[in-house]
């Protein structure tokens, strides 16, 4: 299959696009032929070696946290998915590997893709999506009736942040530029900062 592997740590020359060995499942296993695959911060500071205080992965690794795809193999033991099922996935720390034609992954991390969007929206959710849920929920206890500020309110966090701080009954108040403002309030911001006035 094909992959995009990093060798080193270093800038955008150190990884390319190669011919690796399927990844082999565990019992617990789904196998997704990634249709899409997102980006994230935590992708390019890997890369340019920026954790590997905290996170030194054996190399070569194949980059990418999120993926969007259809299951194709199921292991013994999994007991939530079927073959076929459309899924998106924030894949274990452990077990990158996204920006690759399929990866394996544990059921427990695997959610059914959204109806209402495609492949490519359903990879950019799993990771931005549980920071701003674990943040909201979880590091704040929002309840009803709060208020929440959120700073950068039409960046991947923020713009989910500010939907999931309203379906959890907060008043909610976003900062951002001037020319995403209505975005912002399209999202569900009752109050829109615009930082550059």
């Not at 500071?45 to 030194?56: E, M, Q, T, Y």
């Not at 993926?67 to 452990?94: F, H, M, N, S």
Request: aromatic share 4%; hydrophobic share 45%; with cysteine.
């Amino acid at each position: 299959m094909r992959a995009y592997v990093m060798h080193r740590f270093g800038g955008p020359g150190v990884a390319a696009f190669e011919d690796v060995a399927a990844p082999v499942p565990r019992p617990r296993d789904v196998t997704i032929a990634v249709r899409a695959a997102s980006l994230n911060p935590i992708d390019f500071k890997l890369r340019d070696g920026k954790v590997k205080f905290v996170s030194r992965p054996p190399l070569p690794i194949i980059l990418g946290c999120d993926v969007a795809g259809v299951i194709t193999a199921v292991g013994p033991e999994v007991r939530a998915w079927k073959v076929g099922d459309e899924v998106c996935a924030r894949l274990e720390k452990d077990r990158m590997g996204g920006l690759a034609e399929q990866v394996c992954a544990d059921e427990s991390v695997v959610a059914r893709r959204p109806a209402s969007v495609g492949f490519a929206e359903a990879a950019s959710l799993p990771l931005a999506g549980l920071t701003a849920l674990q943040a909201l929920r979880e590091v704040a206890a929002v309840q009803p009736g709060q208020r929440v500020l959120v700073h950068a309110g039409a960046g991947g966090v923020g713009s989910l942040a500010i939907q999931l701080a309203k379906h959890l009954g907060a008043q909610v108040l976003a900062t951002t530029s001037t020319k995403n403002v209505e975005l912002v309030r399209s999202l569900g911001a009752d109050l829109v900062l615009d930082y550059t006035q």
